[in-house]
């Protein structure tokens, strides 16, 4: 089995930063991860917030539209108040104060972040569901993200990862959303659910790293006391006609 923090880069490859030399960060592409409610999307990011706040670069910058009621379980990283420290938690209520955030991200103070994560994407596109409000608030993430890299120096680019719930039986509306934003986002991990052990939940996730390599697959599983751990799928297990069916348009 492989350490976890390892793992979890290779789950989350395309947020975080791949590193080329000991002198130089460069980011992946900007990953959409995409579950059905309560399929631990909300855990993943943290843990992506954790990991990219133990690499000694900027802070980390979680937008999401309340506070979370409890911090997910993930490692050991989780109590260490050095990393926490470093995640900087703004709660936007509106897709119009989330706009108003990001447009003023030049204002802010203090060191670029090195990842940008924004959770329940969907919420804010609730409010104004045409295409081009959606196109709109991807390119402006985008455009946010290429300013923090540009802030943070040669070879520190910023990351981005935007959490959006998916239904499991999508109508025409959601799939045609759904295809607008994978345009701004070549990388996207899939959450589908997987039969659990005894007293825990365990889901599949399905990581499109967009050219940077082939599509891995994880098991990541949540104990009832919320710790979460991610291992490899099983080789013998890959079925990649199931996979395909799963979610809509195709994807896995």
């Known amino acids: 089995m492989l350490r976890m923090a390892e793992t979890l880069r290779r789950v ?10 000991e002198d130089t960060v460069e980011a992946g592409p900007p990953l959409l991860l995409l579950g059905a409610p309560g399929s631990g999307k909300t855990a993943l990011l943290f843990a992506a917030a954790l990991e990219a706040a133990g690499e000694g670069r900027g802070p980390v910058l979680f937008l999401t539209r309340r506070p979370l009621q409890s911090l997910p379980r993930s490692t050991g990283a989780a109590l260490d108040p050095l990393r926490l420290q470093k995640i900087r938690f703004q709660y936007p209520p509106s897709t119009r104060e989330l706009l108003r955030l990001l447009c003023s991200a030049h204002e802010a103070p203090g060191p670029a972040p090195s ?45 981005l990862i935007v959490a959006l719930q998916t239904q499991e039986e999508g109508d025409s509306g959601e799939a045609l959303q759904l295809a607008l934003l994978q345009r701004y986002f070549p990388a996207q991990c899939w959450l589908r659910p997987d039969a659990p052990g005894p007293g825990e939940c365990r889901m599949r996730a399905c990581l499109e790293p967009s050219g940077l390599g082939p599509r891995t697959e994880w098991c990541v599983t949540f104990q009832l006391d919320g710790e ?25």
């Not at 991610?230 to 195709?250: L, N």
């Open 12 to 21: 989350l490859s395309g947020y975080s930063a791949v590193e080329t030399r």
């Open 115 to 159: 990842l940008l994560l924004l959770d329940g994407l969907e919420e804010y596109l609730a409010e104004d569901p045409g295409p081009q409000e959606a196109a709109y608030l991807a390119a402006l993430l985008l455009d946010t993200v290429a300013y923090f890299s540009h802030r943070g120096g040669p070879n520190r680019d910023c990351g």
């Open 228 to 252: 979460m751990k991610i291992t490899r799928w099983p080789t013998q297990a890959y079925d990649p006609s199931s996979v395909k069916s799963s979610s809509p348009g195709g994807q896995p």
